[in-house]
């Protein structure tokens, strides 16, 4: 449950069902330099590989440095039941 809705939007809505990451969107910039309009895009890394050191050190920062990322303020136990889940489970895909 933690996965899918720890406070209000789920991880898996951006890092996919098993935290293997996914494309959030696709947009459209203009380039400064040249003017012209650039396809980017936006997406979600895979988590499941972090240790539980590197993923508890990018969730409890005050401030995520990602614009994309948001703050959820998890528990320690609620970070380890989330890291263990992500990376045990299979994909059902």
């Known amino acids: 449950m933690l996965y899918k809705n720890p406070r209000g939007i789920g991880c898996d809505k951006c890092h996919g069902n098993v935290g293997q990451g996914t494309l959030i969107a696709t947009y459209k910039e203009k380039d400064k330099t040249t003017n012209k309009l650039m396809t980017k895009t936006l997406i979600a890394p ?3 590989h972090l240790s539980i050191d590197e993923f508890k050190k990018i969730l409890m920062r005050k401030r995520n ?12 136990e609620e970070l380890t039941s989330i890291h263990f889940y992500i990376t045990n489970i299979e994909n059902k895909d």
């Open 65 to 76: 440095k990602s614009l994309s990322m948001p703050t959820y303020f998890l528990t320690e």
């Open 46 to 48: 895979s988590i499941n």
